[in-house]
């Protein structure tokens, strides 16, 4: 496995800049059923279409558990080298889990091509998206972590001895002396976050007694969208993955009334631990706001599982609980894939009056349907953030809500 990030060296910031060809694999695993499966590898094609490259094959293998040498079986491992020998344009393998060092040296040496497994792949994308001070050192944090227990997949020199005679020799003394270099910079990595963390601590005091509304969500549900449409703020959108890295705050007054809104790092389904981890302190506004405004594209087949997996990574926040108001963006997508052309427009709004309804029920929160991009119900969004921030002003500061009642 090559190393990405290089010890003493600038970080390599994304895969390629031209577009390069891959497969992707994933396996079906005992608590997990194909459909699961297929909807993940659709994710890592998309996720690998952001950072630079294009899907052409997927390949997909039931099994109990993911082969300890080559993650996937050896037919499967054939099957997986004839096609790429097939297509000398295909210049990487994407595997939709983790991979050990030992791991990507076999199949790197199976395959003869660039071995690139998930958490890879996001950290690629988060070092070509940070842009800030906090960004960088957090994602070259996660990256450090990522690579410290794959040290010794990554020397393969050292499989070709065996036994306790030659380990003790001067290649084990320059893996451990690896080792201590890459927990010195982690060290420093995190020093260095732990001053900037105190930094934005003092900002937020001097931020003065305004209510906090943080847009929280699944990555590429259009939350840099809302923000620019409510805040009048140049917040950069894209439709890819991880757009925003880092948090904007900006002060937004609605009907008089002033809060504080943010926007905040998509979430996403198998995110890497270590840089949940290294991003917390990024998600200080998700814990420390007073408002949730939970954003969810309607039209992703798989919203509802998008909308647990944002409700799980809340609840390791300690931030759940919160007041929250769901947006289900995209609603103009929505009843392209889903209406009859012919549907005239009160039968669109009692549908939609349904649908509203039935996701109050599940998932317990007042909602509204909105579309971003045409601006549809984006007034009555407005309204509904009003009347929130307006309550938290009465419970929280009293003194304050006087001035706008």
Do not use: C
Not at 325 to 353: G, M, P, Q, S, W
């Amino acid at each position: 496995m090559q190393n990405d990030w290089n010890l003493g060296e600038s970080k390599k910031k994304g895969i390629k800049k031209e577009t390069e060809l891959a497969v992707v694999v994933g396996v079906v695993q005992k608590d997990q059923t194909e459909t699961q499966v297929t909807e993940y590898l659709d994710e890592l094609e998309f996720l690998a279409l952001t950072a630079g490259a294009k899907s052409i094959r997927r390949f997909i293998q039931k099994l109990p558990h993911p082969d300890t040498r080559t993650f996937v079986g050896k037919g499967k491992l054939e099957e997986i080298k004839n096609f790429v020998d097939a297509n000398e344009d295909i210049s990487m393998v994407i595997f939709d889990d983790d991979l050990s060092g030992k791991q990507v040296n076999i199949l790197e040496e199976a395959l003869k091509v660039k071995i690139i497994d998930r958490s890879t792949l996001i950290l690629d994308i988060f070092a070509e998206r940070a842009q800030t001070a906090q960004a960088k050192t957090q994602v070259e944090l996660a990256q450090m972590q990522y690579l410290l227990p794959r040290l010794r997949g990554l020397w393969t020199h050292l499989e070709r001895q065996r036994g306790g005679i030659g380990m003790r020799g001067p290649g084990e003394k320059e893996i451990e002396t690896d080792r201590r270099i890459v927990r010195d910079k982690v060290s420093q990595l995190k020093k260095k976050l732990e001053k900037i963390d105190q930094q934005n601590v003092t900002r937020r005091k001097n931020r003065g007694d305004l209510i906090r509304v943080a847009l929280v969500g699944y990555t590429n549900v259009g939350k840099s969208t809302l923000m620019n449409l409510l805040s009048s703020a140049d917040v950069f959108a894209e439709n890819k993955l991880f757009a925003t890295l880092d948090t904007t705050v900006r002060k937004v007054v609605l009907d008089q009334i002033p809060f504080l809104l943010s926007d905040t790092v998509g979430f996403i389904r198998k995110l890497p631990h270590h840089l949940v981890e290294s991003f917390k302190s990024t998600l200080d506004e998700v814990t420390e706001s007073d408002i949730l405004i939970h954003v969810v594209d309607i039209a992703h087949p798989q919203h509802e599982d998008q909308i647990r997996t944002v409700n799980q990574t809340l609840k390791d926040l300690n931030a759940l609980e919160k007041p929250t108001l769901f947006v289900f963006n995209k609603i103009d997508a929505y009843r392209e894939k889903n209406y009859d052309l012919l549907l005239d427009e009160a039968a669109k709004a009692e549908i939609e009056a349904g649908i509203s309804e039935n996701l109050r029920h599940t998932f317990e929160h007042d909602n509204v349907l909105v579309s971003a991009v045409t601006r549809e119900n984006i007034d009555l969004l407005r309204k509904k953030i009003i009347d929130m921030v307006k309550a938290q002003y009465e419970e929280r500061y009293p003194y304050q809500a006087k001035l706008w009642s």
